[in-house]
């Protein structure tokens, strides 16, 4: 009498056996832990897609006898196929290697799919909502500017004297490079419109630090005395710039206003 049904023992037992392995060792993937990255590398993918952590499954030596182990090894060999082809990243967005595992067949969970999926959403969201605070920020800056620069033109240009030969304009139309830069341009203007000196790379060091809300993206100093700040919203990426720098910057947009 025959039938369909699988009757290949060994087989069953090994699939079980590898289940319980897994399970036992801890070392299914944390699908929200995983999802939450911003990449993965092509081994990475290649092992979440199926279901084993990363790291943990990588550290494993004893998965060699499990089927799991070959259909990993054949996977990766064909996502990095795709990587040396520059259809995917070796290191890149999460989704990239859903796609292109789907296409040779390789299977990958719905759950996986939906929480890379909705945890992409919410990275996209934050990046515009982190590129429009910059940009509001950016206009908030060029709107006290221009509100600056008319009370400048109705109260007229600083004056040289001799009491301050080193009267200043700020060059308003140098293009630079982040927000920080920015708002210490605004510092320059402020002194400029209030007829000072031109300051020197260590003043407006010490005016940082002796009044750091003037720059909200100034952090410190370092151990070496540069100035620290943030390139970011979230003050986690961060930049220094040297006292030799901070002058180069001032002399590039400012100029001494001649004696007439």
């Keep these: 009498m025959s039938s369909d049904w699988p009757t290949d023992n060994g087989m069953i037992a090994t699939i079980l056996e590898e289940a319980k392995y897994i399970k036992t060792y801890g070392l299914e993937v944390d699908i929200q832990k995983w999802s939450k990255m911003s990449s993965w590398t092509v081994i990475q993918a290649v092992y979440i897609f199926h279901g084993l952590d990363p790291v943990r499954g990588l550290q494993s030596k004893n998965l060699k006898p499990y089927p799991i182990y070959k259909s990993i090894l054949d996977a990766y060999d064909i996502m990095l196929s795709f990587a040396s082809d520059n259809k995917i990243p070796h290191e890149g967005d999460p989704a990239l290697f859903i796609d292109w595992a789907e296409l040779v067949g390789i299977t990958v969970a719905q759950e996986i799919k939906d929480a890379v999926l909705t945890e992409g959403i919410k990275r996209d969201v934050f990046e515009l909502e982190k590129v429009s605070r ?36 700020v060059l308003m139309d140098t293009e630079l490079r982040s927000v920080f830069y920015t708002q210490i341009r605004a510092i320059l203007l402020d002194m400029s419109l209030e007829g000072r000196t031109r300051p020197t790379a260590k003043q407006i060091r010490k005016l940082l630090v002796d009044n750091p809300t003037i720059a909200p993206l100034f952090i410190g100093l370092t151990r070496l005395k540069e100035i620290e700040y943030a390139i970011s919203e979230d003050r986690k990426s961060t930049a220094t710039v040297s006292l030799n720098a901070l002058q180069s910057f001032i002399y590039r947009v400012t100029d001494l206003i001649k004696e007439t």
């Excluded at 033109?153 to 040289?160: A, E, L, M």
């Design 134 to 169: 910059r940009n509001d920020l950016l206009a908030n800056l060029a709107s006290e500017t221009s509100r600056k620069l008319e009370n400048h033109q109705i109260q007229g240009s600083p004056r040289v004297s001799k009491n301050n030969p080193q009267a200043f304009l």
